[in-house]
C-alpha cells in the first residue's frame, strides 16, 4: 500500500488501512493458529502497518499471536494494543453495561495499569508497543488518573503514543491535558455514524487522529452474512437479532447494489467511504483470509468522486441501521 497517513499532527505515518486481530479469536467463525500468524504477517506484506490488538482478545492469546506475527518485522509493524478489560479473574474492576446481554469490568485504576503494561510486553515479547490504549474508560477511576499511569509507561520507554477508546468527546480534552493523545479508537461505519456530531470535531480541534473499530460493521456491511453459527459473537449485537438482521440486509440493500454498480466489492466501498472522510482516518478491519487481506488494502487506492461520496451518505444515512448499541 502506498497510501499513509499520519496518527494525529504528531503522531508517526503508518498505511492508510489497518489489520484488526481480534477476529483471529474465534469470535467471529474459527481459524488456526499458523493461519492467523500467516494472515498477519500477510498484513504487514500489504502495508497494513498499523496491528490492533487487545489485551482481552482471547484473554491474552492475541497479544501472543501478533507477538508472534511481527518477531521478525518489528521495523515494519507498528503495534497497538489496549488494557482496561478485566479478564483474569482475580483483578478486581468496574462493572459496565454494554446492551450486548453483559457487562464488561473495567478497571483504569493507576496500579492494575503497571501490572497491565508488563503483562502486555511479556505477551507480545517486545520491548515497547507504539501505541497504548485504554480500551474503555472506568467509571470509577477519573480519566486523568488512568492517562497519569499510562504516561509513566511512555516515560519509562516502554510505549511510543497512547491513544484512547470508547471514551466520550469531554473525556478526550480532559485526558489530553495530562498527556498528549495520538488516536481515538471508536466504533464508526456506514452503519453507526455517531462520531461525526461531536466525536469528529473535538479530535480535529486537538489533532487526534481516529481509528474507526469494526469498520465493516463486524461484517455486515461486506454483504456477505445471511445466517450466523450458534456461538458467533454477533448475535449478542441488537443489529444482527432477530428481525434487525433481515430488516438492516433490506435497508442496506441499496447500498450494496451501488457497490456492483461501481464494480468494487460491498467490503471495499465502506472502507473507501471512511477513508473519504478525512485524511485522520485509518481504518482496521479484520479478516481470517489473506485474499481479503489484499481486497481490503487495495480499498485505498478507490477515489470515489463528490457525487458517489454523497449517494453513499444517502443511502446510509445515521439512524438507519435498526437495532441500539450501546458498546
Ligand atoms: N476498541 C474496541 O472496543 C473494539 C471493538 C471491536 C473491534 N475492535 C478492533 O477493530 C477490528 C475490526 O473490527 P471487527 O473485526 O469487529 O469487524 P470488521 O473489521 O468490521 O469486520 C470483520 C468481519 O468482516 C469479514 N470481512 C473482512 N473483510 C472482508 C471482505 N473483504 N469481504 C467479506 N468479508 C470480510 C470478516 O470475516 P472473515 O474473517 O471470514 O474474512 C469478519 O467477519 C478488530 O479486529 C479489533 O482490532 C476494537
Redesign the pocket.
Known amino acids: 500500500m502506498k497510501q499513509h497517513r499520519n496518527l494525529g499532527s504528531e503522531g508517526p505515518p503508518v498505511g492508510a488501512i489497518g489489520?484488526?486481530?481480534?477476529?483471529?479469536e474465534g469470535?467471529?467463525?474459527t481459524?488456526d493458529e499458523d493461519n492467523a500468524v500467516e494472515v498477519i504477517r500477510y498484513a504487514l506484506d500489504e502495508g497494513c502497518s498499523l496491528i490492533?490488538?487487545?489485551d482481552a482478545?482471547g484473554n491474552g492469546h492475541n497479544e501472543q499471536l501478533v507477538g508472534r506475527a511481527a518477531a521478525n518485522r518489528r521495523n515494519e509493524a507498528f503495534i497497538?494494543t489496549?488494557f482496561g478489560i478485566v479478564f483474569d479473574p482475580d483483578e478486581t474492576g468496574t462493572d459496565v453495561p454494554t446492551g450486548w446481554g453483559f457487562s464488561l469490568k473495567i478497571n483504569g485504576k493507576p496500579e492494575y495499569v503497571q501490572r497491565a503494561i508488563e503483562n502486555s510486553l511479556d505477551r507480545l515479547g517486545m520491548s515497547h508497543i507504539d501505541l497504548w490504549?485504554a480500551?474503555?474508560p472506568d467509571p470509577a477511576t477519573p480519566i486523568e488518573e488512568t492517562v497519569a499511569a499510562m504516561s509513566e509507561a511512555v516515560n519509562q520507554g516502554k510505549v511510543r503514543f497512547l491513544g484512547l477508546?470508547?471514551v466520550t468527546a469531554e473525556q478526550i480534552r480532559r485526558a489530553h491535558k495530562v498527556h498528549p493523545i495520538a488516536t481515538v479508537?471508536?466504533?464508526y461505519?456506514l452503519w453507526r455514524r455517531e462520531v461525526e456530531t461531536e466525536m469528529l470535531p473535538t479530535l480535529r480541534e486537538l489533532g487526534i487522529a481516529l481509528?474507526?473499530?469494526?469498520?465493516?460493521?463486524?461484517?455486515?456491511?461486506?454483504?456477505?452474512?445471511d445466517v450466523l453459527g450458534a456461538d458467533d459473537f454477533?448475535n449478542n449485537n441488537p443489529r444482527y437479532q432477530g428481525d434487525n438482521l433481515a430488516a438492516n440486509k433490506q435497508r442496506f440493500e441499496p447500498l450494496m447494489n451501488l457497490a456492483e454498480e461501481l464494480d468494487i466489492?460491498?467490503?471495499?466501498l465502506?472502507l473507501a467511504w471512511l477513508l473519504h472522510q478525512g485524511e485522520d482516518i485509518i481504518?482496521?478491519?479484520?479478516?481470517?483470509?489473506r485474499?481479503?487481506?489484499t481486497?481490503?488494502a487495495k480499498a485505498a487506492e478507490i477515489i470515489l468522486n463528490p457525487e458517489t461520496l454523497e449517494k453513499i451518505s444517502e443511502l446510509a444515512v445515521p439512524g438507519l441501521a435498526q437495532g441500539q448499541t450501546l458498546?
Request: proline share 7%; hydrophobic share 25%.
Open positions: 489489520y484488526g486481530a481480534m477476529g483471529l469470535y467471529y467463525g481459524t490492533d490488538t487487545a482478545y497497538a489496549k490504549y480500551h474503555y477508546s470508547n479508537q471508536y466504533e461505519s481509528v474507526p473499530w469494526s469498520p465493516l460493521g463486524g461484517g455486515f456491511l461486506t454483504g456477505t452474512i454477533r466489492t460491498a467490503a471495499q465502506s481504518p482496521i478491519p479484520g479478516t481470517r483470509n485474499e481479503r487481506v481486497q481490503n458498546l
